[in-house]
């Protein structure tokens, strides 16, 4: 956490593909909804976070995502302790730490993301399947996760492995309708009740008063097209670049330690080995699949599988020096041993700091106060990127810079709702949908201009 504090953005970001923080961030100042599939948990978490008097709103929900993800490592400490072995404590520590310090998760942490919080929930649900948790307490909190980011549903094999291993099936059956139970009431919950609850405010997303328009935006209808979407001629460049990129995370020996960490796992409880790795196959398998340049990010709430069997490697690294430099008569063979559990960890801070450091990263806001101070009195504001449109809609909006101008985002005009909230904006009965936005707004009397780089 110290760590996070030291790093994260002072305010809105695009580094670490922060590009949907400014959406995040005014839906959750808004009481609204943000883009597909709406996020209902944290925009629930966020309610709390954005009511602290501290600094800007942005900052405030940065630190949300710092919180969750020094959560999630926390709570992946303990869970690398419930592994069969008996875990000691340093090499769990070990795993919590560098979880935290992975690249790919620390650059979560520092903004306004939801890959944090979804982290923090899929850490809690691979402690409790570790646990004697009961199942509809594992199922509910499993749909709570589902309500901070539907990937969270890759973790069936690790929630039921307990019950495959069981000899009846009918006592299997009971436990595992029990955890489908819970789960779907606890999604049931977020996206319906929570998310109902948010549509007095307008949103440029989704008008949720009709069943069709509901699950256009929780099935995230709008984007289904990236899912699988990556084209079969470039997996193979893909495969690689991500197989570099997850050989990073640990550095290049904590990645080998996860190797035999998952081994380890396999020998003691075949179960639990393959019900993890399923899960972070689906993870993965997502990651790869998804049609967009950021898609890397799904991959964060995964990590804390990875970080069990990191767990698992370190205590038989430590082990294994220990017996080894103790057959050579060398008394210090148990400190070399624990010293490994601290390097690996202490490495990607050195390495990895100037990377993720986001302490002075003022750029998205200072493009936004740029760009807002050249507008001319009431003018239309013409954007054509989700980073420009959506900072803009922090500043404007939610920081109440420039509220005589109309933010207009080209890409979204197609959709009814969308045209419907502009044009209220502008004070215009109608916008004929045939006329793209820039038209439509020069009917209008108000001046319009593009926002650029």
């Known amino acids: ?19 949907d923080g400014g959406d995040l961030v005014r839906a959750v100042a808004e009481g609204s909804i943000p ?49 069969p072995g008996r875990v000691s404590q340093l090499s769990a520590l070990g795993a ?40 509809w307490i594992r199922g509910a909190v499993w749909g709570l996760g589902m309500g901070a980011h539907p990937t969270l549903i890759f973790l069936v094999p690790m929630v039921l492995y307990r019950a495959v291993r069981r000899d009846r099936w009918g006592e299997k059956a009971r436990s595992e309708v029990r955890i489908g ?4 009431v606890g999604w049931g919950a977020m996206y319906g009740p929570v998310l109902l609850s948010r549509n007095g405010a307008p949103s440029p997303w989704a008008d949720v008063d009709t069943v069709d328009g ?48 998952w081994v380890a796992m396999w020998r003691k409880r075949k179960a639990l080995a393959v019900g993890s790795l399923v899960s972070f196959g689906g993870f993965a398998a997502y990651t790869l699949g998804h049609d967009t340049s950021d898609s890397l990010v799904y991959l964060v709430p995964a990590l804390p599988l990875a970080a069990l069997w990191l767990g698992l ?45 986001l302490s002075g990263d003022w750029t998205a806001m200072a493009w936004a106060e740029r760009t807002l101070e050249e507008v001319p009195p009431s003018a239309v504001l013409l954007t054509h990127s989700d980073a420009h449109t959506f900072t803009l809609w922090y500043a404007h909006q939610v920081l109440e810079r420039r509220p005589d101008i109309v933010v207009v985002d080209r890409d979204l005009w197609y959709r009814e709702v969308y045209r419907k909230q502009v044009a209220a904006e502008l004070d215009v009965a109608v916008v004929d949908p045939t006329l793209s936005a820039q038209a439509a707004a020069r009917r209008t009397d108000r001046a319009v201009v593009s926002a650029t780089d």
């Open 181 to 184: 139970l819970a789960a779907l």
């Open 96 to 135: 919590g730490l560098s979880l935290g310090l992975a690249p790919l998760f620390w650059s979560q942490a520092l903004i306004a993301e939801v890959y944090a919080p979804t982290a923090l929930f899929g850490a809690a649900v691979i402690l409790l399947s570790l646990s004697e948790a009961r199942p």
């Open 1 to 19: 956490m110290v760590v996070y504090l030291l790093t994260m953005a002072p305010t809105l970001s695009w580094s670490h593909h922060g590009a």
């Open 313 to 357: 490697g370190f205590d038989g690294a430590v082990s294994w020096l220990r017996d080894h430099l103790a057959d050579t008569g060398w008394a210090g063979g148990a400190r070399w041993g624990s010293a490994l559990v601290v390097v690996v960890p202490l490495v990607q801070a050195v390495v990895f700091w100037r990377g993720m450091d």
């Open 214 to 261: 509901w699950w256009a935006l929780v099935s995230g209808r709008l984007y289904r097209g990236y899912v699988f979407g990556l084209p079969l001629t470039a997996w193979p460049q893909r495969l690689l670049a991500w197989a570099g990129i997850l050989a990073r995370q640990f550095t290049p020996v904590g990645a080998l330690l996860v190797v035999v960490g």
């Open 35 to 83: 883009h597909p599939p709406g996020f209902p948990t944290y925009l629930l978490l966020g309610e709390a976070f954005i009511r602290l008097p501290m600094r800007n709103p942005a900052w405030r929900l940065n630190l949300m995502s710092a919180v969750a993800a020094a959560g999630a490592a926390g709570l992946t400490v303990v869970a690398v302790q419930r592994l």
